[in-house]
Nanobody, 128 residues
């Protein structure tokens, strides 16, 4: 059974930083690209950062470039997301998932949840 367990969210102040973690299980983690999605109230869930199966290739949504760093530890089947200079519009529930396609400098389309499974997510609330 594919499972994702996100953690690290919480209530933070404007301008602060946060590190989210995701524990994945039920599949061969090192064989898949991974990604972070977020869903704000009243909005669609969107992919904001993805990383290739080796960790070499990454993707960041344009609006968040420079404030996000995605990383992975294949030995621990862990995915991470560092977020800096948090803004009120970053308030959302954050999810991780295996994604397709593999990030590439030549690909400029959307990223999709490979297995269709979602975890509970972790809530990030940015307060002024």
């Amino acid at each position: 059974e594919v499972q994702f367990l996100e953690s690290g969210g919480g209530l933070v102040q404007l301008g602060e930083s946060l590190r989210l973690s995701c524990t994945a299980s039920g599949f061969v983690f090192g064989n898949y690209a991974m990604g972070w999605f977020r869903q704000a109230p009243g909005k669609e869930r969107e992919a904001i950062a993805c990383i290739g199966f080796t960790g070499e290739n990454t993707y960041y949504t344009d609006s968040l470039k420079g404030r996000l760093t995605i990383s992975r530890d294949n030995a621990k089947t862990m995915l991470y997301l560092e977020m800096t200079s948090l803004k009120s519009e970053d308030t959302a529930t954050y999810y991780c998932a295996a994604v397709t396609p593999e990030p590439s400098e030549y690909y400029h389309g959307k990223y999709f949840n490979m297995f269709g499974d979602w975890g509970q997510g972790t809530q990030v609330t940015v307060s002024s």
